[in-house]
């Protein structure tokens, strides 16, 4: 059973940056797609960024295009959510998730394993 542990979440001025991480344990990120989600209150949860198994082929929601940018070391079993240029609407609770295969899927229901969520505040 692959474990997944997010962490760096915080609260940031609009503008500012955070760097996401996702750590697993119990299996091998190397084994698996990557994937960030997130939810906000009274909002279903959503596709973020996800990444293919080699790390070749990545996959971004339209709305955070161009500022944020996901990437693995396999060496660290972890994968990264560099977010850049926040704004309040990047404000939700962000999931790691992972799917046995090679291609970054942007349908959560692809996905075998989630962690616990990390909390992004955004401030105005």
């Known amino acids: 059973q692959v474990q997944l542990g997010e962490s760096g979440g915080g609260l940031v001025q609009a503008g500012g940056s955070l760097r996401l991480s996702c750590v697993a344990s119990g299996g091998i990120v190397s084994n698996f797609a990557m994937g960030w989600f997130r939810q906000a209150p009274g909002k279903e949860r959503e596709f973020v960024a996800a990444?293919?198994?080699?790390?070749?082929?990545?996959s971004y929601a339209d709305s955070v295009k161009g500022r944020f940018t996901i990437s693995r070391d396999n060496a660290k079993n972890t994968v990264f959510l560099q977010m850049n240029s926040l704004k309040s609407g990047d404000t939700a609770v962000y999931y790691c998730?992972?799917?046995?295969?090679?291609?970054?899927?942007?349908?959560?229901?692809?996905?075998?394993?989630w962690g616990q969520g990390t909390q992004v505040t955004v401030s105005s």
């Open positions: 990444i293919h198994r080699s790390a070749a082929i990545t």
């Open positions: 998730a992972a799917r046995r295969g090679y291609y970054p899927e942007t349908n959560r229901r692809s996905y075998d394993f």
